[in-house]
């Protein structure tokens, strides 16, 4: 059996709605008889004769009747489906999207984004999940909606990115520390004890090409999994921590911290998502969220900001 002419619907519709070959040839810029071909075509299909003459005019038989209805509502979702997606009721949407953070994101910006996000739709709901690595698999099998990360030729071509800051790295140390009464040389700051923060991409390699460029190295204590602990550990010793400057901004409360006495290169923080993503408008705006509480930490700490 051959497949229907699914184009036949939208002249059904018409014919149905018109009660007239003439009228639906109009409505739909075709010649009479092209509309009399497609209404044959309509009765073979149908195995009905659908409008059949009364005196000048032509009437729906009942198979007619029956299917107005029913062919109307079919090419109303079908045009709805064509059509580019409207904006979303936000208040009204019924969502949970996760999303796949370093240490450090979740303390620094969650909250912002989670009052923004309840503000404007209160059913939409964040989980928030550690990135352990750089694999992006999540991304493409679903179960996560969006990651955080530094962005490098690492980065998987197939995904989308949007930049959200620039950061660098800094040195952190705890209040009262001896590195925190004077300003501090590379010569000093290699003589400190270290923690090193095993991350792939935020190791502790370009450091110490940097400093082995001025003859200098620097002793690695321990090595802990993440920004957080890494800060813990400095509040309450003397190690010197190492972590990227606006990443931090929350959890370095209370601390010291110094611009590095060395040059490195800063680098960008993005966000990444699936392009099969890109277009649906809930999770457009949820990335829009994303920028604008980025944004506005950065105000923030300008000079002059709040």
Not at 10 to 31: F, H, I, K, Y
Not at 58 to 78: G, K, N, Y
Not at 131 to 143: H, N
Not at 256 to 262: D, E, I, R
């Amino acid at each position: 059996m051959s497949a229907p002419d699914l184009n036949l619907l939208l002249t059904l519709d018409v014919l149905l709605s018109e009660g007239s070959v003439a009228g639906a040839a109009r409505r739909l810029r075709l010649s009479p008889s092209a509309m009399s071909r497609a209404l044959a075509r309509l009765r073979q299909a149908t195995g009905d004769p659908l409008l059949v003459r009364a005196g000048r005019g032509l009437v729906p038989t009942p198979r007619a009747l029956a299917l107005r209805e029913q062919v109307s509502q079919l090419v109303q979702d079908a045009q709805a489906a064509l059509r580019p997606e409207q904006a979303p009721d936000l208040r009204r949407v019924n969502r949970t999207f996760t999303l796949r953070t370093r240490q450090g994101f979740v303390e620094n910006f969650a909250l912002e984004l989670i009052a923004r996000v309840s503000e404007q739709a209160p059913g939409v709901r964040l989980c928030f999940v550690d990135k352990a690595d750089k694999d992006s698999a999540a991304l493409r099998e679903g179960s996560v909606d969006l990651e955080t990360a530094v962005v490098d030729e690492r980065t998987r071509p197939e995904l989308r990115t949007q930049a959200l800051f620039r950061d660098r790295l800094i040195g952190v140390v705890r209040p009262g520390h001896p590195l925190s009464q004077i300003e501090v040389s590379a010569a000093d700051y290699a003589m400190g004890a270290h923690i090193g923060v095993s991350l792939h991409d935020l190791d502790h390699g370009p450091m110490d090409q940097a400093l082995g460029a001025l003859g200098l190295s620097r002793e690695i204590i321990t090595s802990v999994p993440g920004f957080s602990a890494a800060l813990g550990l400095a509040r309450s010793s003397d190690l010197i921590a190492s972590v990227p400057e606006r990443y931090t901004t929350r959890l370095r409360t209370g601390m010291h911290s110094f611009a590095l006495p060395f040059a490195l290169p800063g680098f960008t923080i993005a966000m990444l998502w699936h392009p099969r993503m890109d277009a649906d408008p809930v999770h457009r705006w949820l990335r829009g969220c994303m920028r604008e509480v980025c944004a506005d930490q950065y105000a923030r700490k300008k000079p002059g900001g709040q």
